[in-house]
Nanobody
Framework: QVQLVESGGGLVQPGGSLRLSCAASRSISSFYAMGWYRQAPGQQRELVAVITGGDSTNYADSVKERFTISRDNAKNTVYLQMLSLKPEDTAVYYC?????????WGQGTWVTVSS
């Protein structure tokens, strides 16, 4: 079983920044893709950003130019750098890791953007 542990969430003012981390219990090189999803209250979970083993990235239109996903294979960790945060970014952010057969999820970390 794979464990994904997110950290770095919290309360931030509009325009502020946060960096989320997702630490995996095994080598992230074993996953063909890792990503960040978010779920706001009363809404469906949505893709925020994804990074493949070849370091290709893809972002939701709502976060392009503001969020950056990256990975550190040596630390088995994936990051989400979030800049220029907006109130509509408020959500629980989940880390996801995929193999050909399985998808794994972390427990989530809250990000609240409010003045």
């Amino acid at each position: 079983q794979v464990q994904l542990v997110e950290s770095g969430g919290g309360l931030v003012q509009p325009g502020g920044s946060l960096r989320l981390s997702c630490a995996a219990s095994r080598s992230i090189s074993s996953f063909y893709a890792m990503g960040w999803y978010r779920q706001a209250p009363g809404q469906q979970r949505e893709l925020v950003a994804v990074i493949t083993g070849g370091d290709s990235t893809n972002y939701a239109d709502s976060v392009k130019e503001r969020f950056t996903i990256s990975r550190d294979n040596a630390k088995n960790t994936v990051y989400l750098q979030m800049l220029s945060l907006k109130p509509e970014d408020t959500a629980v952010y989940y880390c996801n890791a995929r193999t050909a057969r399985n998808a794994y999820w972390g427990q989530g970390t809250w990000v609240t953007v409010s003045s």
